[in-house]
């Protein structure tokens, strides 16, 4: 596609549910990144793919939250077990695996816990 | 933690008037970016400067370095009102290629 696809826009969930959110980068890219935004806030950086290296799981808050990127391309976000502190706007980034490059982002998705 | 820090945290001007934003970064970068973000959802880049370039312009922005400071200014000039956004800074490392963002400046422009 042309630019970096985020499913759902919106989702509201009860607390406890486990949750997926999904991000299709742009072709070719080899790097992508999630970030979490609450309200106002900035950028919490959450996981970091590299290409074909093993991921920067660092910013991952809790055990409850796990990512995975199939094939070099599409990525899954999943929260387990979801609470009300988990409710921000999830972002997906993505460009190429170079030192001087700019970063592509989604629309997001606005996850609420009630 | 963050990397970069935003300051001021929110800004607000006139139509027509020029908005100045400040970065601060703690470790050694390979390049700085700026972003906005409208609304609170998608960010767009705005600029990228490299650790060995000192100042760059785009349009009506002006972006400038100081590797020694550790410290980048964002100059919009003649404000619209149509600028009104949040602004982000971000900063990739020597080592490789994560960003890390600051808080942001939200700026207001009124008409």
């Known amino acids: 596609g042309a630019g970096v696809s985020q499913s759902p826009s919106n989702k509201v969930t009860e607390k406890g549910k486990d949750v997926e959110l999904r991000c299709d980068p742009i072709s070719g890219h080899t790097a992508l990144y999630w970030y979490r935004q609450s309200l106002g806030q900035g950028l919490e950086f959450l996981i970091y793919?590299?290409?074909?290296?093993?991921?920067?799981k660092s910013g991952l808050p809790s055990d409850r939250f796990s990512a995975e990127r199939t094939g070099g391309s599409v990525s899954t976000l999943t929260i387990q077990r979801t609470q009300q502190e988990d409710s921000a706007v999830y972002l997906c980034?993505?460009?190429?695996?170079?030192?001087?490059?700019?970063?592509?982002f989604g629309q997001g998705t606005r996850l609420t816990v009630v | 933690s963050q990397q970069g820090e935003e300051d001021p945290q929110a800004l607000s001007i006139q139509e027509g008037e020029n908005a100045t934003m400040n970065c601060s970064y703690k470790t050694s970068i390979n390049n700085l970016q700026w972003y906005r973000q409208n609304s609170g959802r998608g960010l767009v880049h705005l600029i990228l400067?490299?650790?060995?370039?000192r100042e760059k312009h785009s349009g009506r922005l002006r972006v400038t370095l100081d590797t020694s400071k550790k410290s980048s200014s964002l100059l919009i000039t003649a404000s619209r009102a149509a600028d009104t956004a949040s602004y982000f800074c971000?900063?990739?490392?020597?080592?490789?290629?994560?960003?890390?963002f600051g808080g942001g400046t939200r700026l207001m422009v009124k008409p």
């Open positions: 980034a993505s460009s190429f695996l170079q030192r001087n490059t700019e970063a592509f």
């Open positions: 400067i490299r650790s060995n370039e």
């Open positions: 793919f590299q290409g074909n290296s093993a991921p920067d």
């Open positions: 971000a900063t990739a490392p020597n080592a490789g290629n994560m960003l890390t």
